[in-house]
């Protein structure tokens, strides 16, 4: 026993030693890397922060298990804390989050009127409508001439309903970015807790030590962290058979975010590798339950409207039409431009048909993880934050690969133009090879 004390020791010192790395070099990201507006001191900043997230988790599977849970969480609470070091960097939806909590709390339904509405003038103040010269990077004109710092603000909100309760909290408990951020960053920590109830190992630091949870999750205070807090417990509740509760807890995470509707696939895996019955659909039917019930009040409310700007979104972002922007850029390397989405939709369709088929139940987490993964790659979005879905599936999974592609889509949103192709390419090869290595390590055993 004592031989084996000093190696063991050793291993805890040294993943220590990388978080605390980590972690500095998070919080000089966030405070001193750059913004949107001057993006270029990130690039470097976020290949840094990448390189010793990886080395920080290699050294973590060394260390005892019994030391492992403390040590994650408490890393997770260091790496979400360093996103409180700045007000938002690289994006500004967080504005149109107060915005909307604030029209809900003076009692207007958030789908009714759009910022600039001269209806909602009364609740402008110098934190979202800062005065001229409106210069800054997350500084925007109204049709009026008027500055904010709510981009879009011509348009309607475009969030789901479960967002608009969380937005309406956060206005109670202080209605400021900085209380978003805080929410943001004990939604992060929450969602590590909930990774380690699962399993208390090294897996739950694939998100909790990911520095995207820093940037995406805290400083810029992204919703779809809420989105995954509840897909991961929707899964873990599937598992333990508790499927109304699971169904549930799905569909007010797609009445957060919409995307979580990807996991539906993976809570069901393997249903159709035997006959289905009744009882197979409980859980989606207590998805769509939840789903409608939190759209309800809105729609009595708002009716038609509590769409959104989704229509006008997919649109500008070129999900409907070209617009100039040619998302499924990976299929259209191989198909005409007019031919990608139908690809998309097809092969999409087999994955779905796949897990489904194939999918293990015990791990619902793997085929939603496989799905949704495959997605993004097909869409290729230009929001690296989308993939906080895919961090979240990872440290449920293993599958570190897959944590290439919300690294595209951060890749993309920085470089832009010519980017989408070459990072999601790259995103591509990289899950295909970690596949590969994989099989060839289960075969070797």
């Given at each position: 026993?004592?031989?084996?004390?000093?190696?063991?020791?050793?291993?805890?010192?040294?993943?220590?030693?990388?978080?605390?790395?980590?972690?500095?070099?998070?919080?000089?990201?966030?405070?001193?890397?750059?913004?949107?507006?001057?993006?270029?001191?990130?690039?470097g900043w976020y290949l840094a922060d990448l390189g010793l997230f990886a080395t920080a988790v290699a050294l973590l599977r060394r260390v005892p298990a019994p030391r492992v849970a403390g040590l994650v969480l408490a890393g997770s609470v260091a790496v979400a804390a360093t996103g409180?070091?700045?007000?938002?960097?690289?994006?500004?939806?967080?504005?149109?989050?107060?915005?909307?909590?604030?029209?809900?709390?003076?009692?207007?339904?958030?789908?009714?009127?759009?910022?600039?509405?001269?209806?909602?003038?009364?609740?402008?103040?110098?934190?979202?409508?800062?005065?001229?010269?409106?210069?800054?990077?997350?500084?925007?004109?109204?049709?009026?001439?008027?500055?904010?710092?709510?981009?879009?603000?011509?348009?309607?909100?475009?969030?789901?309903?479960?967002?608009?309760?969380?937005?309406?909290?956060?206005?109670?408990?202080?209605?400021?970015?900085?209380?978003?951020?805080?929410?943001?960053?004990?939604?992060?920590?929450?969602?590590?807790?909930?990774?380690?109830?699962?399993?208390?190992?090294?897996?739950?630091?694939?998100?909790?030590?990911?520095?995207?949870?820093?940037?995406?999750?805290?400083?810029?205070?992204?919703?779809?962290?809420?989105?995954?807090?509840?897909?991961?417990?929707?899964?873990?509740?599937?598992?333990?058979?508790?499927?109304?509760?699971?169904?549930?807890?799905?569909?007010?995470?797609?009445?957060?975010?919409?995307?979580?509707?990807?996991?539906?696939?993976?809570?069901?895996?393997?249903?159709?590798?035997?006959?289905?019955?009744?009882?197979?659909?409980?859980?989606?039917?207590?998805?769509?339950?939840?789903?409608?019930?939190?759209?309800?009040?809105?729609?009595?409310?708002?009716?038609?409207?509590?769409?959104?700007?989704?229509?006008?979104?997919?649109?500008?972002?070129?999900?409907?039409?070209?617009?100039?922007?040619?998302?499924?850029?990976?299929?259209?390397?191989?198909?005409?431009?007019?031919?990608?989405?139908?690809?998309?939709?097809?092969?999409?369709?087999?994955?779905?048909?796949?897990?489904?088929?194939?999918?293990?139940?015990?791990?619902?987490?793997?085929?939603?993880?496989?799905?949704?993964?495959?997605?993004?790659?097909?869409?290729?979005?230009?929001?690296?934050?989308?993939?906080?879905?895919?961090?979240?599936?990872?440290?449920?999974?293993?599958?570190?690969?897959?944590?290439?592609?919300?690294?595209?889509?951060?890749?993309?949103?920085?470089?832009?133009?010519?980017?989408?192709?070459?990072?999601?390419?790259?995103?591509?090869?990289?899950?295909?090879?970690?596949?590969?290595?994989?099989?060839?390590?289960?075969?070797?055993?």
């Open positions: 026993m004592p031989a084996t004390r000093p190696p063991a020791r050793s291993a805890t010192v040294l993943a220590v030693c990388a978080l605390v790395a980590l972690v500095a070099a998070l919080a000089l990201t966030v405070s001193r890397g750059g913004t949107l507006g001057n993006s270029r001191p990130l690039h409180l070091a700045a007000p938002p960097r690289t994006s500004d939806d967080v504005y149109r989050y107060v915005w909307d909590g604030r029209v809900q709390a003076a009692g207007v339904s958030p789908y009714r009127y759009t910022p600039d509405d001269s209806a909602l003038a009364r609740l402008r103040d110098p934190a979202l409508f800062p005065p001229d010269p409106c210069r800054a990077w997350n500084e925007h004109r109204t049709a009026s001439g008027v500055c904010t710092h709510i981009n879009r603000p011509g348009v309607h909100t475009i969030y789901p309903p479960v967002a608009e309760f969380w937005f309406l909290g956060l206005h109670a408990a202080g209605g400021t970015v900085r209380t978003v951020q805080v929410g943001g960053a004990l939604l992060a920590v929450a969602t590590t807790g909930v990774l380690l109830v699962r399993r208390r190992d090294w897996r739950a630091a694939l998100w909790g030590w990911f520095p995207g949870i820093a940037i995406w999750s805290v400083n810029d205070a992204h919703v779809d962290t809420l989105g995954a807090l509840l897909l991961v417990i929707a899964l873990a509740l599937a598992v333990r058979r508790r499927v109304v509760a699971a169904g549930a807890a799905l569909g007010a995470a797609v009445a957060t975010k919409l995307l979580p509707g990807l996991a539906l696939p993976g809570a069901m895996s393997g249903v159709l590798a035997r006959r289905p019955g009744l009882g197979d659909l409980v859980l989606p039917g207590a998805a769509l339950a939840a789903f409608a019930l939190a759209y309800l009040p809105y729609v009595m409310a708002s009716g038609t409207r509590v769409i959104g700007y989704l229509p006008g979104y997919l649109r500008e972002e070129g999900y409907q039409d070209d617009g100039g922007i040619g998302r499924f850029g990976l299929l259209r390397l191989l198909l005409p431009a007019d031919w990608a989405p139908y690809a998309a939709a097809l092969v999409l369709a087999v994955v779905v048909l796949y897990v489904l088929r194939r999918g293990d139940p015990a791990r619902p987490w793997s085929g939603a993880l496989l799905v949704t993964g495959t997605a993004l790659l097909l869409v290729a979005p230009a929001y690296p934050w989308y993939g906080l879905l895919v961090v979240a599936l990872v440290a449920l999974d293993g599958r570190w690969e897959w944590l290439a592609v919300p690294a595209a889509g951060q890749a993309l949103y920085l470089l832009q133009g010519g980017a989408q192709q070459p990072a999601y390419g790259a995103a591509l090869a990289v899950v295909v090879l970690g596949a590969i290595v994989r099989r060839a390590r289960i075969k070797k055993s």
